[in-house]
């Protein structure tokens, strides 16, 4: 079940050389993008991966806080995402659904604590029902409650924006929660570099 993690199941994707010039070129580019991204070293009970996108602060910030570009990228290769409400103020809260290519669908609530245009994005998140009421994570039960996600966008060099993406455990936990979380990590690799991919993709059709 735990391949099913909308998103909170992330992989560095590895890629091999084809002989033919359009493959190679095509496997270059996936390339460039493994290489520019980097899970740093992570602390235990925290998730942290980065990646650089040649593009603006702005426009990567907005594919955060527009809810209909927002859900094209969230989530593994071939989940379906969408909102059922989303007030994507500070203080707001935002109710989606996503279906994972299994038909599984699972529901959550994202709760925006600060949001800092162009600079930082902050919310807490965690699974519930259709309507909103809280669960535990349909995939496991012994997966935390909720978790703090902080955003931080840097400029890098003229069209480069460092990305950065940290997961923390929110509130009380267990002990077995914790471990849960942390044997995860593998799996947030993979789901957060498939994001990226599609972020990728819609970057470039804004070329």
């Known amino acids: 079940m735990r391949k099913t993690l909308g998103i909170l199941i992330l992989t560095i994707v590895s890629l091999s050389a084809c002989k033919n010039k359009e ?7 996936n390339e460039n993008i493994k290489m520019e ?3 740093i070293e992570n602390l235990e009970d925290t998730f942290i991966i ?3 996108f040649e593009t603006n602060k702005k426009t990567l910030f907005n594919m955060w806080v ?5 859900t094209s990228w969230m989530g593994p290769t071939g989940a379906e995402m969408s909102f ?7 203080n707001g809260t935002a109710l989606w659904q996503m279906t994972t290519p299994d038909q599984l669908t699972k529901y959550g609530k994202l709760h925006y604590k600060t949001i800092n245009p162009n600079e930082k994005l902050v919310y807490v998140q965690n699974f519930s029902d259709k309507d909103g009421n809280f669960i535990k994570a ?3 039960e012994t ?3 909720s978790l703090l996600l902080t955003t931080d ?3 890098e060099a003229e069209n480069k924006v460092k990305m950065t993406v940290k997961w923390e455990i929110f509130g009380e936990s267990t002990e077995i929660e914790r471990k849960t979380f942390n044997e995860m990590k593998p799996y947030m690799v993979k789901g957060w570099n498939e994001s990226f991919e599609k972020i990728e993709k819609l970057l470039n059709t804004k070329k």
Do not use: A, R
């Open 84 to 90: 059922l409400n989303s007030d994507i103020k500070e």
């Open 138 to 140: 349909p995939f496991s």
């Open 153 to 155: 966008f840097v400029q």
């Open 66 to 70: 527009d809810p209909e570009t927002y």
């Open 37 to 39: 991204t980097k899970e």
């Open 143 to 145: 997966y935390p409650d």
């Open 50 to 52: 980065s990646h650089t």
């Open 23 to 29: 493959d190679k070129n095509s496997g270059q580019n």
